[in-house]
């Protein structure tokens, strides 16, 4: 347990709490009326709760680093990844893979993405015609990230149930970090068996890689583009496995509970939908709108690195782990107005969904192309539909979003 900071305003609420997940909008803002940044004295964290100062936080990397995380991240990928990295050798490991990501170099996967997409919202559009309730995440959303990353890493597509699995397990264990009950202790047992089993896949995968060729041939698929890349040289093999890993891992279930957040709002707001099905050109400021609206990574762990770290004149105690609330941050009514009203027509500003600095995600544009895709399609598809019942947001509060999405059609 880390000394509380002078000054720093105090609460005991626990983060893993379904109650409180559910809808932990009012509480974030009760926090954000107490100041700038809270100490959460159960999980021992400092919650930073305005717009400006989690970008702070994310963006400055001197005094709030991600190196201090860097056993969790090794717990959820097997290794060090760029994500624990905070040094140049973030950039050098980081841009292994950067060009693949941009969104222009990101089109050639268009057709791709958009077969992808048919082909799990074909059959559970019929499904849900012929007046079946139909649960969206597991027969819609789940699938689509997975099989996408899966093609573009050149990996088995036939197994994308296993590596949604897999994925799920490792993402439900950063809800266990935060539960310090037996059912945490599981869940975080759960991830790391998860873990090993998809770093094993990935350890074969390269090392077919690596039969297939040698450093410095054309790549064309991911896996390979890390193995030949003279930079791979500079890497322990473990690293090149997790980072192959956060890859399977890092896209899945965050955009597919990205997704279910979409059908949720848009179900919600029925004359926004329409207007979305009639105007396409919003569907961008739409998805950007739901990310903002309903934040799916509530948090990221960073610690504070130097005995001059402060959040808005408060000093934290060098070492202490912070946790920039990027939902509380996303609903800031200094940056936005009217900020919990979901609004797709609002002037459009950066939002701290996808992270800031020098972590943003990766996948960025890879996820908002798949959910753009998607979106257009499902309006075309079903154009109406409804909730059958009322959502359930579960207790992950890192990556939070409805557990289950059944809808039916109206
Ligand atoms: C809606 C979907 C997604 C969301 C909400 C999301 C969210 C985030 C956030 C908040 C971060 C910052 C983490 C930090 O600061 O420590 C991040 C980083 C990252 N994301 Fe995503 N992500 C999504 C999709 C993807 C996809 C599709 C990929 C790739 C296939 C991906 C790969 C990564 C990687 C590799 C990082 C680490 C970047 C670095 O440390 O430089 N993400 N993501």
Not at 24 to 30: I, V
Not at 199 to 219: L, P, S, V, W, Y
Not at 292 to 320: K, V
Not at 342 to 360: A, K, S
Request: aromatic letters at 8%; proline letters at 5%; hydrophobic letters at 40%.
């Amino acid at each position: 347990m880390t000394a509380i900071a002078t000054d720093c305003p105090v609460t005991d609420q626990d983060l893993a709490d379904w109650e409180f997940n559910q809808d932990p909008y009012p509480t974030m803002e009760a926090w954000r009326a107490m100041g700038p940044v809270v100490y959460n004295v159960r999980h021992d964290r400092y919650m930073v709760t305005s717009y400006r100062d989690c970008a702070r936080v994310l963006g400055g990397v001197t005094k709030f680093n991600s190196q201090g995380s860097v056993e969790m991240f090794k717990a959820i990928f097997g290794g060090i990844t760029m994500e624990a990295l905070d040094s140049p050798r973030h950039n050098e490991m980081r841009g292994v893979w950067a060009n693949d990501f941009q969104r222009d170099t990101l089109e050639a996967q268009r057709q791709l993405i958009e077969r992808v997409v048919a082909s799990q919202l074909d059959p559970f559009v019929q499904r849900v015609k012929s007046g079946e309730m139909v649960d969206a995440i597991p027969n819609m959303t789940r699938g689509i990230p997975t099989l996408v990353i899966a093609h573009m890493l050149g990996i088995e597509t036939e197994m994308f149930e296993q590596f949604s699995a897999w994925s799920d397990a490792m993402g439900a264990s950063t809800e266990g970090h935060l539960d310090p009950t037996p059912r945490g202790a599981k869940l975080v047992a759960d991830g790391v068996a998860a873990t090993k089993a998809l770093n094993n896949h990935m350890a074969e995968t390269i090392q077919k890689r690596r039969a297939a060729g040698t450093i410095g041939d054309e790549a064309n698929d991911l896996v390979a583009r890390m193995v030949y890349d003279p930079f791979s040289r500079s890497m322990q093999e473990q690293e090149i496995i997790a980072s192959n890993t956060q890859l399977v891992f890092a896209g899945n279930e965050t955009t597919a509970k990205l997704m279910a957040s979409t059908l949720v709002a848009l179900a919600m707001h029925p004359d926004q939908r329409r207007a979305l099905a009639a105007d396409r050109s919003l569907i961008p400021q739409a998805f950007e709108e739901v990310h903002r609206w309903q934040t799916l990574t509530q948090a990221i762990p960073r610690h504070a690195c130097s005995d001059e770290s402060d959040i808005g004149g408060i000093r934290i105690p060098n070492g202490a782990e912070v946790m920039p609330l990027q939902g509380a941050g996303n609903r800031d009514p200094q940056r936005w107005e009217n900020a919990d009203a979901f609004d797709i027509f609002r002037p459009q500003r950066q939002h701290l969904g996808f992270g800031f600095g020098m972590h943003v995600c990766l996948g960025l544009n890879l996820a908002r192309l798949e959910a753009h895709i998607w979106l257009d399609q499902l309006l075309d598809k079903l154009p109406e539909y409804e909730l059958a019942e009322t959502i359930d947001y579960g207790r992950n509060f890192v990556l939070r979003g409805p557990v289950a999405v059944p809808v039916v059609a109206s």
